[in-house]
């Protein structure tokens, strides 16, 4: 019978701790107790809350799911001489919504060892002995504060010409407490994990032995203390065949780059050190035993973008694809709005129906305030218009009203010459008036009644006619003297109250402006000088846009009631799929909820901002306008310098006014 070197072995596992030898085992826990890590060395292997690197895996594989980057460590041994090795490899690779996945691989070699028969005769002095197990491991939070995991263990144990292999399974939970910031106790972590749950069993020979069963629980607490942080590690050890053990470890790091160590496992002291720069860090670990000491190196890498950057990444990417639906849903919806009404507007202008496509010109211009064909046919229904009204006063011989109609005309249109020519021709009639005192007197009256109705424009043609017939009437004088400056206060005022809209961001309520100021005295030379300034502010604000987004100002902090972050992220994740799917009711009361919470929560103002929008212009356009008055409303609270909520709610309100002129009539 073939003798091997059992005592190698045994000395083996001497290196990592005290054991006992017991029946249906490898006579003692396996060599793979050196664990993975010389940050867990260094801390007398009290590993079992550890969670900053891919060898968190062995000790406890809850641990993975607070990774936050891809990354893998090596670390390597040599045990009591230079044959025998000890090493491992792990690497762990967060998902950005589905846990964490690790695989660890452990080794151990030893070589050097004489086979001899029974007879003790040399066979061989270099006996191979391997020792390999694969960790593939599962890990996800449960809540924000407890993680779960589990680990699929292979082992495979290789012995000269024997060989066997053996499955197991390790099931761990993890739980953390943060504390106040300024608190010196920064936080607690707690950890509970059963190894060897089901045992991998294993036959070399004759029998089959199994890894034996340990539970542990570790407590961690995270402390500061000027500049450094202070990590304090406690593991309660219960092996199924061995003592119970206590595993106690210090951690000292300063300025998040160097930590010294120690820690002790029953009788054995740990030192040890790490450093750190950036995605690399660097352990180091000397264990003292009864045989003599050994070192321990470990390597990790971290590498790729972290997962807060990925679902950073993928949350805006959403926002943008959200963004783009909302905008494109709007877009379609104010191009339905403006051919439907440009279609209408045009059919009732042929028919010579001013009056109704005026007000389909206007509602054109609610979406489209730059469209030239509505500006221009607007300009052409108000000429029309106030040719028909002139020409119906000429029908009834009044050649006053005719003449302030015909008036208005060319206010519109300068130098129209029908607009011209009807003037004239009422002109001449009064004229040729034989009761010219009469005629005076109607139209003074006219005029008067005109500016008692703040129709200072109309009023002051009146008054200019009336002086035309009758120069020395000293009341058309006064009366046109006063029509002048309220005309001159307007448009100081509509100067005035335009600059301040423009600056505001309502160029299209500070062009409305304008525009009734150019109306109403025409020839005015700052109104043009105004407007150039107003399109130059609206250019330069349509480039900036196109610029890359600058960090929208946090709003002023009100006291609010304390929010629940998860509960906020939840609601937030979900409205965006809501968003994304379509279902723009649910999404806008899940975002209502949490901009209540936090106004500056992520994007949630601008995404509410669009959303309401675009569900006002459906509303809008079913002819609901109160209900579109109240999302317009809601807008202004969330975004009071919203440029388009303003003209939209101006045009709704005008649109309101239109349908209860028409049911009290």
């Not at 202070?230 to 053990?245: A, I, K, N």
């Not at 006619?465 to 020395?472: A, T």
Request: aromatic share 10%; glycine share 6%; hydrophobic share 35%.
């Amino acid at each position: 019978m073939i003798r091997r070197c059992l005592p190698i072995l045994i000395a083996l596992a001497a290196f990592s701790r005290p054991l006992v030898a017991m029946a249906q085992s490898y006579g003692t826990e396996l060599p793979f107790v050196v664990g993975t890590s010389a940050r867990a060395a260094g801390l007398g292997t009290a590993g079992t809350t550890l969670r900053d690197d891919a060898s968190v895996q062995y000790y406890n594989p809850s641990g993975l799911s607070y990774l936050e980057w891809k990354q893998f460590s090596f670390f390597r041994t040599t045990l009591f001489d230079s044959d025998t090795h000890y090493l491992t490899f792990s690497y762990a690779h967060p998902l950005l919504n589905y846990g964490t996945i690790g695989v660890s691989v452990l080794r151990l070699s030893v070589g050097g060892i004489e086979e001899r028969n029974d007879n003790n005769q040399l066979l061989s002095e270099d006996l191979h002995n391997t020792q390999t197990r694969i960790l593939l491991g599962y890990a996800n939070n449960i809540t924000s504060s407890i993680a779960g995991g589990f680990n699929l263990k292979i082992d495979r144990h290789s012995f000269g010409s024997f060989s066997g292999s053996g499955i197991g399974l390790d099931v761990g939970i993890s739980a953390t407490q943060h504390t106040k910031a300024h608190s010196f106790i920064r936080g607690f972590r707690q950890g509970f994990v059963m190894q060897n749950l089901i045992e991998p069993s294993v036959k070399l020979d004759q029998e089959k032995v199994a890894d034996p069963m340990q539970i542990a629980f570790g407590a961690s607490m995270l402390s500061s203390f000027k500049g450094a942080n202070l990590e304090t590690f406690v593991d309660l050890v219960r092996p199924r065949f061995s003592p119970f053990r206590i595993q106690i470890g210090q951690e000292i790091t300063y300025a998040d780059h160097f930590s010294v160590r120690l820690g002790l496992d029953d009788q054995s002291v740990a030192y040890g050190l790490g450093a750190s720069y950036k995605n690399v860090a660097f352990d180091y670990a000397y264990r003292s035993v009864d045989i003599g000491g050994n070192h321990r190196f470990s390597l990790s890498v971290r590498f790729g973008s972290s997962i807060p950057e990925k679902r950073a990444n993928a949350r805006a990417a959403l926002e943008r694809e959200v963004n783009n639906k909302i905008i494109q849903g709007m877009d379609e919806l104010e191009r339905a709005q403006i051919n439907s009404a440009l279609q209408t507007g045009d059919s009732l202008f042929a028919l010579e129906k001013y009056e109704e496509a005026l007000t389909h010109y206007e509602s054109t211009l609610l979406w489209d305030p730059q469209n030239e064909h509505a500006e221009e046919s607007l300009t052409k229904c108000r000429y029309h218009q106030l040719m028909n009204q002139s020409n119906d006063a000429v029908s009834d011989d009044d050649y006053v009203l005719g003449l302030l109609y015909a008036k208005q005309a060319l206010d519109i249109v300068p130098g129209d010459p029908d607009a011209q020519a009807q003037a004239d021709f009422c002109q001449a009639k009064l004229q040729e008036a034989e009761n010219r005192t009469e005629l005076v007197d109607d139209l003074l009256k006219t005029s008067i009644e005109l500016y008692a109705e703040r129709e200072y424009g109309r009023a002051l043609a009146g008054f200019d006619e009336v002086l035309i017939l009758d120069p020395p009437n000293e009341l058309a004088g006064e009366y046109r003297r006063k029509c002048v400056a309220h005309i001159e206060e307007f448009v100081r005022t509509s100067i005035r109250d335009a600059r301040r809209l423009a600056t505001q961001g309502d160029y299209d309520g500070a062009s409305d402006l304008l525009a009734k100021a150019g109306l109403l005295k025409p020839d005015d030379p700052r109104i043009p000088v105004e407007i150039a300034k107003l399109e130059k502010l609206r250019t330069a604000e349509a480039v900036a846009r196109q610029k890359p987004a600058v960090p929208t100002p946090k709003p002023v902090e009100v006291k609010r009631p304390p929010v629940d972050a998860e509960e906020l992220e939840n609601k937030y994740d979900r409205g965006m799929e809501y968003f994304n799917d379509g279902n723009f009711r649910r999404a806008v009361e899940l975002f209502t909820d949490v901009w209540s919470a936090d106004p500056s929560f992520h994007d949630v103002s601008n995404i509410l901002t669009r959303a309401y929008l675009f569900i006002g212009i459906r509303l809008y356009s079913e002819d609901n306008y109160s209900e579109a008055m109240e999302i317009w409303k809601k807008v202004l609270s969330i975004d009071p310098q919203n440029a388009k909520a303003k003209r939209y709610l101006r045009k709704t309100a005008d649109e309101i006014k239109k349908v209860e002129s028409v049911y009290d009539d």
